[in-house]
């Protein structure tokens, strides 16, 4: 007898284990301080959303990103790119509007010819998109290893509250069996409306949003409807898990939906990077997360949920394996990427995210 629809579990759980084999996180040197977006628009007088951001250098993309976040989580994996069975990337601003960018990364990595490439788009929650069908393709046993990428090189209109925020950056994430994973996902949760928050028509260069829309009844409703469904069919709660990494346009937003899930902000804090290099969009969530792989513990439990504008989330319960000891100082940490900066004024950023127009 078929069972009862409404019976059945609504978590993403694959068929076989699945788990992370390597990850690995990249952040431009360029850091644009808060303080000359407010200098020049006469803004922040209540205080600015983010200390600074990551800016990407003239020869730097999401490709380029991509690429080198990529190399990294194949050190921690050690395996060759050739055993990769997918490529994707998922990103709100790829570099080409008819190429796609997982064909340039998976050339560069090694991986094609016998590799599924794909570009994925949903907004700020496109690169945790690409990580749940990598959980599928593993999972399912159509193909060994997975690469799921969140790269973004985010831009603001000139005087736009985004300005202060829009980073760029992101991380990239191995998926493979279980038994070889430095931490398993243990289930995942999707939770998605038609909330028209944020959106870019075909020929804008910049973004607009929704203002104070954004809040309540896109992100707070998204990653608090996500995360406690996922913990909820699971059984467990706040308390069992050592970290949360939500999804940081800012800092005040991921601690607040920290706090209204339960999670202290012991929990939050260690993967909260947007004070120091902005909001990275598709990647946001993941490199919180490559943050986290870099101090946890084997044993310890992530809680992930990543936000995507028009709207969703994607939640995630990990569980990190004794293999991370060994594995994570094959590769650049994400607080070494961090440490490595270059301030710069309003000028260069103009001219480095190409905000001069004919």
């Known amino acids: 007898m078929q069972a009862n629809p409404t019976e059945q579990s609504l978590l993403l759980k694959p068929d076989r284990p699945v788990g992370i084999i390597g990850y690995g996180a990249y952040v431009p040197r360029y850091r644009l ?5 407010a200098r020049i628009w006469h803004g922040g007088e ?17 490709i380029t990103m991509s690429i080198e976040a990529a190399r990294n989580a194949l050190a921690r994996a050690g395996i060759e790119a050739s055993l990769l069975r997918a490529v994707w990337i998922g990103s709100e601003s790829h570099p080409y509007a008819v190429k796609p960018s997982g064909t ?52 603001g209109r000139p005087g736009d509250q985004l300005e202060y925020t829009a980073g760029c950056g992101g991380a990239a994430f191995l998926l493979g069996p279980a038994e070889e994973a430095l931490a398993v996902i243990e289930a995942a949760f999707s939770y998605v409306t038609d909330t028209p928050d944020f959106w870019r028509r075909p020929m804008q260069k910049y973004p607009e949003h929704g203002q104070r829309f954004t809040g309540e009844p896109a992100y707070f409703h998204h990653i608090e409807s996500a995360a406690s469904q ?9 308390a ?12 005040k937003f991921p601690q607040k939906v920290g706090e209204n899930l339960g999670f202290t902000a012991e929990q939050v804090t260690p993967g909260l990077l947007s004070p120091l290099i902005g909001n990275t969009y598709a990647g946001a969530a993941l490199i919180g997360l490559s943050a986290v792989l870099d101090v946890a513990k084997p044993g310890e439990r992530i809680l992930v949920a990543s936000f995507g504008s028009g709207a969703g989330s994607d939640a995630f319960s990990i569980r990190v394996s004794e293999a991370i000891e060994a594995r994570r100082g094959k590769a650049p940490r994400t607080a070494d990427y961090i440490a490595r900066r270059t301030p710069i004024d309003y000028g260069m950023y103009v001219r480095l995210r190409g905000k001069l127009a004919d």
């Not at 301080?33 to 977006?37: L, M, Q, T, Y």
């Open 33 to 37: 301080p808060a303080s000359e977006v």
């Open 46 to 62: 209540g205080g600015t959303p983010v200390k600074e951001k990551a800016v990407a250098g003239l020869d730097e993309d999401v």
């Open 104 to 155: 340039v990364v998976a050339e560069a990595l090694g991986a094609t010819p016998a590799v599924s490439t794909g570009d994925w788009q949903f907004a700020c929650k496109a690169g945790t998109e690409a990580l749940v069908a990598a959980m599928g393709l593993v999972g399912s046993g159509m193909g060994r290893y997975a690469l799921a990428i969140g790269m973004d090189t985010a831009q």
């Open 230 to 238: 996922l913990m909820k069919e699971l059984g467990v709660s706040a």
């Open 240 to 251: 069992d898990y050592q970290y949360a990494v939500f999804h940081q346009p800012n800092a």
